[in-house]
Structures are given as structure tokens and as C-alpha cells.
């Protein structure tokens, strides 16, 4: 079974972005890792791979030429090799776009298995993984905190986080999975899982060598810092708390 | 010689295997700390570090390892004095696995070397005695041949963690300097490396009355007719002085490192204090400058010993010549030194008598920060080689 395991360069949600004077995000004091969603998905792949299951992992990315960087860390901790889609200008990488390159590199792939993280903690929009499953016509199971596949059957049980508890559903193989908080426990690169990494093969590629143009269907026009929180203010009892939301808030009644 | 270094790829992601690593941990860190002043050698850590690949990080790949270089071991250091754990087999089985693979044979590098890459042996480093200590060509244990074994007799002091180590990598004399001298040799001859078991037959361990230096007891080690098969020595009868010396610069290194990490662990404490410690009417003290500048003081020595540190690392891993690594790893040892005295007082003033009080746990870091200026060379004798070295100024002694 083969497995591709996407991972995204993200900036650091503990740096403080910048407003400029043109209402534009600076980022450039900000350091950039490894989404952490697509550690879980990384860590499931290459366990899978430990077991036996896993006959080859798929490190792939959209991104720009610094993200090998990145990719680099998600091989630290195993796969076979790399697979970057290089965009240099990443603004234009609205979520159909990036879930159509992906698409490009499946057909070009063929794997049994996509695992994406659930979301990026940049931007937080959670659709990659759904898009890529329309548009390759493969089955999805999201939010999965369990995968058991069975490729000699062509199948995989995923169990998933929905609201209100869990629920577990077969999925025909190939399918896109993407991965949730409590899937695993990823591992932190060892060294000689770092030694590994600078020599496993890292293709770079272009969305244009996939036949694929990326025209984003969602432009960032502009950024503006959230308002001000007011002070609050202290009540002197529980029923004066209650009439106040009654009240002023009126969010109860 | 470059004066500048960036931490390349590598290092970036060795760094943040460490602090995931400790990230781990995180929830047990009283539990580990308070473990560490109970002078507990901390066996999950250790292996945990172990499985990461560091004890193999100045190991070349031949031999299980992975040659990425002191740096590793100087991020290791660090973090974990950072996180408030450490323990001084992590540097002194590196610096030990040192002298084996410059020093060693092809068959001894073979037997040993993946044993200790893999975290199965930790050693511990004994030379000092009580009448050799900064001079350590005075040492007077004697090793003499007997068939295919050495015989060892003498005593050595101030042995850390001795009773935590498979292995004592001790510095004995083959040659007498008696016979040195009457021979007309050179006296860094006849010096001999020996790995002995701490367990053997005539080899007794009596802790010696010292307080927690970074988690560990000393020890004087005495050695009765001491049997060590000569397998267990480290290159060559009467040559072990030139591995020897090789190790103590990666020593004083990985000491700074674990310093500038230890000053983290004060600044975090005194900090944290601070900004909650009120006195006088509704102000932190530390909005007062009396707190708060000799804070900022020990957070910009703490920034120069750290480059400093990284610098000597640098000249190390890039293989510059012995004496100049000697040079950087010295100005970082020293500056070390006087940092983590100045970090732990100030952390104490900062705390007023919680200072003292065990359970918040700084206290206890006096008297290992304080050693470093004493130990494992002295201030002083690092002023010495500087000079000489530095400033073409002529030798004291």
C-alpha cells in the first residue's frame, strides 16, 4: 500500500504578526514549522509503514522552495522520500487551488491512502482534505482518531471525531483520511532520523509540469486588528449578573 | 577562521527534537526535579535521550552513531537545564566516547562504540587524586601488567556519579615519573586510559560529604590490586594522554552549555516571581529596578556566554586545531562560571527567603554552580592558559 502524507509550512502561531500601513500582513519576523495536524498524519503514515502495512510514504507539500525545510522534519521522522509543489507566491494558494495541485499529484501518484492534517493552523479552513476527496472522486473520512486499513481487502475502518461522541466508517481504498489531534502521539526527530532525512530524494515540481494553473478563487484584500477588548466590569451578585444579561447583553431570557 | 556561524537545518531540527523530547516530560518536572536533589539518576530521561540517537551524537556512523557534532550535545545540555533537569553522565559518557574514538583501537572502537551510541554503557571519568589535581601528571595510581591484565592500586577523588556508571574511565600510570624522569621522558608520558567496572573485585566506592551537584554524589574511588584486562585500555600502554586531553575541551563546553541552561531555569523562577510579588502598595517588585536591572544583567551575560559557548562548539565540530578550541572553549567555561553564581544570587534576592526554602528548589543550585568555578579546572588556570595563549604572556609555574 502506498501512502501520500501532505504537510504544510505554516508560521508560528506563538509569533505576533504585523499590520503595514497598507492594511497587509508582515510576517517576515515570524518563524515558520511544520503544521502540526500533518504531524499526525505523517506519524500514522510511517507507523503503517513500521507495520508492514505501508509499502512506500509520500512526503508531499504545496508550497514555496523554502518549505523543504519542513519537509525535511516530516522525513526526520520517516517516508521514503518528497514530493514539493513549488508556489513562491503563496498568497495566491486559496484552499480549491491547493486541493487541485494535490488532485494532480494523485492522479500522478496513484497512492492507496491520502492522509492530510484536518486543518493548518494558519489559516485554520479545514477544506483541503473534503475538496481533494470531490475532486478525485475518492471516498473521505475526516477527523479520524483511529485507522485500520485492510488493503488486502481494498478497505480501511477510520474512526472519527463528530459532534456528540464518535463513529466509525469503512471507506473503499484509495480514500482521503485526514487526521485528528488524538489519531497518535507524533514522534520528535531523532538524529539518526535527521542524518536519514538529508539523503532521502526531494522532487520539486510546479503546478505548470502537473498541468494545473493556479488561479485563487479567494484574495486577501486586507487585514484589520480585531477591536479592542472594553474593561469589564464587576457585579456584586448573581442576580444582578442575571439581569444584566437579561437585560443589557440579552443573550438569555 | 570564521567569526560568524548560523545554525544550519540540521541543528535547527536537533533543537527541536530536544525540546519536544522535554515536552514530554513536562508534566512530571517537580516529580523529576525533586528526584534530582534526591540525587536519583534519572533512568527515563536517559533513555528517552538515548533512543533520540544523542549518546551517539560525536560517535561516527561506522560505529552506530551519527557524527552531527558537540552542537548536539551543547542543545542538549542546554534544554535540559533549561526544563531544571540534568545529570553529568550525559556529558561525561560523550567525553569518555570521545578519547575511545580518538584514541582506541579499530576492535576496541567496535565493541564499545555502539554500546555506548545505543545508551546501553554510561560512563563516568576519574583522574583527579588527592595530590594531583589541577597538575594531573602528579597522579600516583599505578597500573602493572600481569599476564593479559593490569593490576590497578591507588585512590581517586572527587569521582562523580561514579555509583551511576558501567564503566570509570580512569587515567592511570603505567610508567612511575620517577621512571619518567630517570628515563628522560617527556612527563605526559606514561599515562595509561583504563575502563574499569566500578563493581570489580577490589574497587571500593565511598561517597564523599558533597551536596547535590547537578543531581549526582562524588565518590573516592580506591583501587586494591584492581584487576582490568588489558582489553579495556584505550590505545596504547603509556599514550593516553593525548586522547585525554582531547576530551576536556568537549568537558568545558558542554559544562558552559549546561550553565547558560541552568541560568534559564533561575531567570524563569525569579521571573515568574517577580511579576507576581507584591510589597508595597500594588506594584510587582519586579517593576522595581533593584530587582529587575540585575536581572536584565544576567540575561545579557547569559546571551555572551551562550555565543561564546556555540562559538567554541562551532570550532570543535569544524575540527580547528587543539589549542585554538582550547581557547574559545575556556573563555566559555569561565564566563560560564561566573554566570551561573551571579544567576542563582540574583535568583535568591529576587525570592527573598522563599530563596531558601528547598521546596522551590534554587537553592540547591548554589553549590553546583559554584563548583564550575573551581572545577572541573579552575578560574585561575584558565587565566594562565590565556594569557600564554591569548597574549604571548610567559608561563607562571
Not at chain 1, 499590520?19 to 500533518?38: E, Q, R
Not at chain 2, 587543539?322 to 535568591?348: C, E, H, P
Request: charged content about 25%.
Amino acid at each position: 500500500m502506498k501512502i501520500l502524507a501532505t504537510v504544510k509550512r505554516v508560521f508560528d502561531t506563538d509569533g505576533k504578526p504585523k499590520l503595514t500601513a497598507d492594511a497587509k500582513l508582515d510576517v517576515s519576523s515570524i518563524d515558520c514549522k511544520l503544521n502540526p495536524f500533518d504531524e499526525y498524519g505523517v506519524e500514522e503514515a510511517v507507523r503503517l509503514q513500521e507495520k508492514g502495512i505501508a509499502t512506500e510514504v509520500v512526503i508531499c507539500c504545496v508550497g514555496p522552495e523554502e518549505a523543504q525545510k519542513e519537509m525535511r522534519t516530516a522525513l526526520a521522522m520517516g517516508g521514503d522520500r518528497g514530493l514539493l509543489v513549488k508556489v513562491d507566491n503563496t498568497e495566491s494558494l486559496d484552499t480549491l487551488s491547493i486541493a487541485k495541485i494535490l488532485a494532480a499529484v494523485v492522479k500522478k501518484e496513484k497512492p492507496d491512502l491520502v492522509i492530510l492534517g484536518k486543518l493548518s493552523t494558519d489559516s485554520e479552513n479545514n477544506q483541503v482534505g473534503q475538496m481533494l476527496a470531490e475532486l478525485t472522486g475518492y471516498p473521505q473520512a475526516t477527523f479520524a482518531f483511529k485507522l485500520t486499513p485492510d488493503a488486502a481487502g481494498g478497505w480501511a475502518i477510520v474512526g472519527r471525531e463528530v459532534d456528540g461522541g464518535t463513529s466509525d466508517v469503512k471507506v473503499k481504498l484509495p480514500a482521503v483520511i485526514t487526521a485528528d489531534l488524538r489519531l497518535n502521539e507524533p514522534r520528535y526527530a531523532s538524529l539518526p532520523g535527521i542524518m536519514k532525512a538529508k539523503k532521502k530524494p526531494l522532487e520539486i515540481t510546479t503546478p505548470e509540469a502537473l498541468g494545473v494553473s493556479v488561479k485563487p478563487a479567494i484574495v486577501g484584500i486586507g487585514y484589520e486588528l480585531p477591536p479592542a477588548r472594553k474593561a469589564g466590569i464587576k457585579v456584586a451578585s448573581v442576580a444582578e449578573l442575571v439581569d444584566k444579561l437579561k437585560n443589557e447583553a440579552k443573550v438569555i431570557s | 577562521m570564521s567569526l560568524c556561524f548560523d545554525l544550519g537545518e540540521e541543528q535547527l531540527m536537533v533543537r527541536d527534537g530536544v525540546r519536544k523530547l522535554l515536552a514530554r516530560f513536562a508534566p512530571r518536572r517537580r516529580e523529576l526535579r525533586q528526584a534530582m536533589y534526591r540525587r536519583e539518576f534519572p533512568t527515563e530521561l536517559w533513555a528517552a535521550v538515548a533512543d533520540a540517537g544523542f549518546m551517539g551524537a560525536m560517535i561516527p556512523e561506522a560505529y552506530g552513531g551519527t557524527n552531527m557534532g558537540i552542537m548536539s550535545m551543547v542543545f542538549l545540555s542546554e534544554e535540559m537545564a533549561a526544563f531544571g533537569v540534568s545529570h553529568p553522565l550525559f556529558a561525561l559518557t560523550s567525553m569518555d566516547a570521545l578519547c575511545i574514538v580518538r584514541g582506541a583501537s579499530e576492535e576496541m572502537k567496535r565493541a564499545w562504540l555502539p554500546e555506548i551510541a545505543a545508551g546501553r554503557r554510561k560512563l563516568a571519568f576519574a583522574v583527579t587524586e588527592a595530590d594531583a589535581g589541577t597538575n594531573t601528571f602528579r597522579i600516583s595510581t599505578m597500573a602493572k601488567r600481569d599476564g593479559d591484565s593490569f593490576l590497578l592500586t591507588g585512590e581517586k577523588q572527587w569521582i562523580t556519579a561514579a555509583d551511576c556508571a558501567d564503566y570509570i574511565l580512569v587515567v592511570a600510570r603505567t610508567t612511575s615519573r620517577h621512571d619518567c624522569d630517570a628515563l628522560g621522558l617527556p612527563r605526559a608520558h606514561g599515562l595509561t586510559l583504563f575502563l574499569v567496572d566500578p563493581r570489580a573485585e577490589g574497587v571500593t566506592l565511598t561517597p564523599m560529604a558533597t551536596g547535590s551537584i547537578e543531581g549526582a554524589r562524588q565518590f573516592t574511588v580506591t583501587f586494591d590490586n584492581a584487576r582490568v584486562p588489558a582489553e579495556n585500555i584505550i590505545g596504547e600502554v603509556d599514550q593516553g594522554a593525548l586522547p585525554l586531553f582531547l576530551a576536556l575541551n568537549p568537558e568545558r563546553i558542554l559544562i558552559a552549555a549546561t550553565i547558560v541552561g541552568v541560568t534559564e531555569y533561575c531567570l524563569e523562577i525569579a521571573c515568574d516571581y517577580a511579576r507576581e510579588r507584591k510589597v508595597f502598595r500594588n506594584a510587582p517588585i519586579g517593576s522595581y529596578q533593584a530587582i529587575q536591572h540585575p536581572l536584565a544583567q544576567v540575561k545579557i551575560q547569559q546571551e555572551a556566554t551562550r555565543l561564546m559557548t556555540w562559538r567554541a562548539a562551532t570550532s570543535f565540530d569544524r575540527g580547528d586545531d587543539l589549542a585554538q578550541t582550547g581557547v574559545w572553549s575556556n573563555m566559555a567555561k569561565y564566563m560560564a562560571s561566573d554566570l551561573g553564581v551571579f544567576a542563582v544570587d540574583r535568583t535568591i534576592q529576587t525570592l527573598g527567603g522563599n530563596g531558601f526554602d528547598q521546596e522551590i528548589g534554587v537553592i540547591q543550585l548554589w553549590e553546583g554552580m559554584r563548583l564550575f568555578k573551581t572545577a572541573p579546572i579552575s578560574n585561575e588556570m584558565i587565566l594562565n592558559f590565556l594569557a600564554e595563549q591569548t597574549l604571548g604572556l610567559p608561563r607562571s609555574y
